[in-house]
């Protein structure tokens, strides 16, 4: 299947690029205009869209009246911009998308009208930064928006803070720089957190500073955690555990020997309440699902190269205890989403071989563990398709799931097993591992890489999700 996916879309790369669309002042746009928006339903829940997991940080939509039939040939397209290299999603609030990207050397943060993708405002910095591994060479964390300021994580590990209104910088920090942050596998990939007044970022810089919280308002270093373990490509997330609120960094990157796990932090002061490694043994590995709370006292961890999963329960004192492992249940980078007593999510570090599963939180018993496959007819050839190492939403009664290629489904996942529901290829380009956000009645696609069929540059797509 491989072999005939790479013909294919080999031999579509001659069909002709996205054309420029030329503004008033006569300068090249990026954006290409499609459609009006639907009207949005008076009775439909929506929200914002501030961090890369979504409102409650849990690859879960609490929207409500969204589209779930459509063409075969997808859901309305709205609106599309050219976006640069990188695999950050967008983060949507207060009337602004904030697109966080690198074009021509520079990493850009953007806000853009959501509904009409039109610019508001740009602001820009030079990195140098190149990929050793041939990946892209753009900012991996995703934005993030709280109390009016956008707050963005570079590549290099610049930590900038701009008014959301207006762009105006309010405070930056080299933090490469500051604390001597080393050159990881992949640069900085590791979206900050926010909790109350602070932005909590995993650093992984020289004298053991693994996790540092700064002002968010004035950008101070307010506390510095130090461990031995460094920084990785999970993002820090809010837990309650046994009715006291901590934050949960699952650390572990480039480090000689192999070394990382999860830290349990108190957020108040920066001190540790918990410590447990977790880390594969070879070199080129690192951590990069974000730790998953579950329950009152539980957390769910996540790595794709040796150990694979394992559910830890707090006690009162916050020692941890193993309630269950499980080395196939070996998650990449998605965000598995728990929803009742089960854990879905995607198996499996390469594309081929990847599974979706479904299992028991409780004791890690699998309710079943399969392919997600569909025929699609692509050019007028079918050809056999996967879910690969997708990513999943969860959204009322089913998940919308976006594969690595570029398929939009939804899908019905529960104990007893999946069903796909609706299917669409919008693209077909790799490296589309970035969640879709869903805001107010609008789903947000990024695509990382060229579309192979007809040749469109990276993207920002914007589709019309609203139901009438």
């Known amino acids: 299947m491989k072999t005939l996916i790479t013909t294919l879309t080999l031999a579509l790369l001659g069909s002709s690029p996205?054309?420029?669309?030329?503004?008033?002042?006569?300068?090249?746009?990026?954006?290409?205009?499609?459609?009006?928006?639907?009207?949005?339903?008076?009775?439909?829940?929506?929200?914002?869209?501030?961090?890369?997991?979504?409102?409650?940080?849990?690859?879960?939509?609490?929207?409500?009246?969204?589209?779930?039939?459509?063409?075969?040939?997808?859901?309305?397209?709205?609106?599309?911009?050219?976006?640069?290299?990188?695999?950050?999603?967008?983060?949507?609030?207060?009337?602004?998308?904030?697109?966080?990207?690198?074009?021509?050397?520079?990493?850009?943060?953007?806000?853009?009208?959501?509904?009409?993708?039109?610019?508001?405002?740009?602001?820009?910095?030079?990195?140098?930064?190149?990929?050793?591994?041939?990946?892209?060479?753009?900012?991996?964390?995703?934005?993030?928006?709280?109390?009016?300021?956008?707050?963005?994580?570079?590549?290099?590990?610049?930590?900038?803070?701009?008014?959301?209104?207006?762009?105006?910088?309010?405070?930056?920090?080299?933090?490469?720089?500051?604390?001597?942050?080393?050159?990881?596998?992949?640069?900085?990939?590791?979206?900050?957190?926010?909790?109350?007044?602070?932005?909590?970022?995993?650093?992984?810089?020289?004298?053991?500073?693994?996790?540092?919280?700064?002002?968010?308002?004035?950008?101070?270093?307010?506390?510095?955690?130090?461990?031995?373990?460094?920084?990785?490509?999970?993002?820090?997330?809010?837990?309650?555990?046994?009715?006291?609120?901590?934050?949960?960094?699952?650390?572990?990157?480039?480090?000689?020997?192999?070394?990382?796990?999860?830290?349990?932090?108190?957020?108040?002061?920066?001190?540790?309440?918990?410590?447990?490694?977790?880390?594969?043994?070879?070199?080129?590995?690192?951590?990069a699902v974000p730790p998953i709370p579950v329950g009152e006292n539980r957390v769910f961890l996540s790595e794709c190269y040796e150990l694979g999963g394992v559910m830890l329960e707090f006690d009162k004192k916050f020692k941890p205890s193993v309630i269950w492992t499980d080395e196939s249940i070996n998650v990449h980078w998605m965000t598995p989403v728990q929803s009742g007593k089960a854990i879905y999510g995607v198996a499996g570090r390469h594309q081929q071989g990847a599974d979706v599963f479904c299992i028991n939180a409780g004791n890690g018993k699998p309710y079943w563990r399969d392919r997600l496959s569909w025929s699609q007819e692509i050019e007028g050839r079918a050809i056999r398709l996967e879910l690969f190492r997708g990513s999943l939403l969860k959204l009322e009664d089913h998940y919308l799931c976006l594969s690595e290629l570029g398929s939009l489904l939804r899908v019905k996942l529960d104990e007893k097993g999946w069903k796909i529901e609706e299917k669409a290829q919008l693209f077909f380009a790799p490296g589309t591992w970035t969640l879709p956000a869903l805001s107010k009645g609008l789903l947000y696609v990024m695509q990382n890489e060229t579309d192979r069929l007809h040749g469109h540059q990276p993207r920002l797509l914007c589709y019309d999700f609203r139901l009438q």
């Open 18 to 287: 996205l054309e420029d669309v030329f503004s008033e002042e006569g300068k090249p746009s990026r954006l290409t205009t499609h459609a009006k928006a639907s009207p949005l339903r008076e009775d439909a829940v929506t929200s914002d869209w501030p961090r890369f997991n979504g409102p409650t940080d849990d690859a879960k939509s609490t929207e409500t009246k969204v589209l779930k039939k459509w063409p075969e040939s997808g859901p309305k397209l709205l609106w599309e911009i050219r976006k640069g290299e990188g695999y950050a999603s967008p983060a949507i609030k207060d009337g602004r998308l904030i697109l966080f990207h690198r074009i021509d050397g520079n990493e850009m943060l953007e806000a853009i009208n959501p509904q009409k993708g039109t610019p508001i405002w740009q602001f820009e910095y030079p990195v140098e930064y190149r990929d050793r591994f041939g990946y892209s060479n753009g900012p991996r964390a995703s934005p993030v928006i709280a109390g009016g300021l956008v707050y963005a994580h570079g590549v290099t590990a610049w930590l900038s803070c701009l008014d959301l209104k207006t762009g105006r910088k309010i405070w930056q920090r080299n933090l490469a720089k500051e604390f001597e942050i080393p050159q990881y596998f992949f640069g900085k990939g590791s979206t900050p957190l926010v909790l109350g007044d602070l932005l909590i970022v995993n650093v992984g810089g020289s004298k053991d500073r693994c996790v540092v919280a700064f002002d968010r308002l004035s950008g101070a270093t307010k506390w510095i955690t130090k461990d031995s373990w460094g920084a990785s490509y999970s993002s820090p997330v809010r837990a309650v555990i046994n009715g006291k609120e901590v934050c949960l960094v699952f650390t572990g990157g480039e480090s000689r020997p192999p070394a990382g796990g999860l830290l349990v932090i108190d957020p108040k002061d920066g001190k540790k309440l918990a410590r447990f490694p977790w880390r594969a043994s070879g070199f080129e590995s690192a951590n």
